[in-house]
């Protein structure tokens, strides 16, 4: 007997390029950093893998970021989710790095949408720090059930060339903050073809709702390209 199972499946690679210049309070004025991004998708899954690297920064160490993960599209009767698991690590500067481990479900509507997700993060001494302190073991700091959420809106219409979006939220490509110090921003995307798609992000950093520096700790603007690969 033989049996035989036919499936269409389709698979898509997007590959985005960004760059990021912006100033913190701790940045020691403007930096510049390079973001890389792959996406490879098949059906209701994804898999995603970011590096982020620093090009001007008082940070003395060139590779900055690490973002991998893989998310799942479903449905609750007709309303679209998306779950995902993620992990994060950011070479905070010669000294310091911290990861993130993260699990979270969004909404996947047209116009509203959010994000809710619980963290676990750990931050330590980098090896080099280490080593000048001639520190021998590996300790850590460990922060545990750290609230994770994104609230955006689309403006314009999903058929549009144009995107447009505003939203408030605690995490980033590489960094998460806590639930008190919560980012707001903005998204533009403009597709130039079915293949290759311009980003451009802006988003304001406060200190935290409960801080000294509560109305302003930094900024960054982050142009980029997306290049869509079947």
């Not at 314009?156 to 008190?180: C, M, R, Y």
């Not at 110090?181 to 995307?189: E, I």
């Not at 290759?196 to 980029?224: Q, W």
């Amino acid at each position: 007997m033989l049996i035989t199972f036919a499936c269409g499946i389709q698979a898509q690679f997007r590959l985005q390029g960004s760059t990021e210049f912006g100033h913190t309070n701790v940045s020691e004025g403007m930096y510049l950093r390079s973001l890389v991004k792959g996406t490879y998708s098949i059906e209701q899954l994804s898999f995603r893998l970011a590096f982020q690297n620093e090009l001007i920064s008082h940070n003395s160490s060139f590779f900055s970021g690490l973002n991998m993960g893989a998310n799942y599209h479903f449905k609750i009767k007709t309303y679209p989710l998306q779950g995902e698991l993620f992990f994060l690590q950011n070479v905070l500067n010669n000294y310091v790095t911290e990861r993130n481990y993260i699990g979270s479900i969004s909404t996947n509507a047209q116009k509203l949408n959010a994000t809710v997700g619980l963290g676990f993060k750990t931050i330590g001494f980098t090896s080099d720090a280490r080593k000048q302190a001639g520190i021998n073991t590996n300790k850590s700091i460990s922060e545990i059930f750290n609230l994770i959420y994104d609230i955006n809106y689309s403006f314009l219409n999903p058929e549009s060339a144009w995107k447009l979006k505003i939203g408030i939220s605690n995490i980033d490509e590489f960094t998460v903050n806590q639930a008190t110090n919560p980012m707001t921003f903005v998204s533009a995307h403009y597709n130039l073809s079915d293949k290759l798609e311009l980003t451009t992000d802006l988003c304001y950093k406060t200190a935290g709702a409960f801080n000294l520096h509560v109305n302003y700790y930094g900024f960054y603007i982050r142009p980029g390209i997306v290049w869509k690969i079947n």
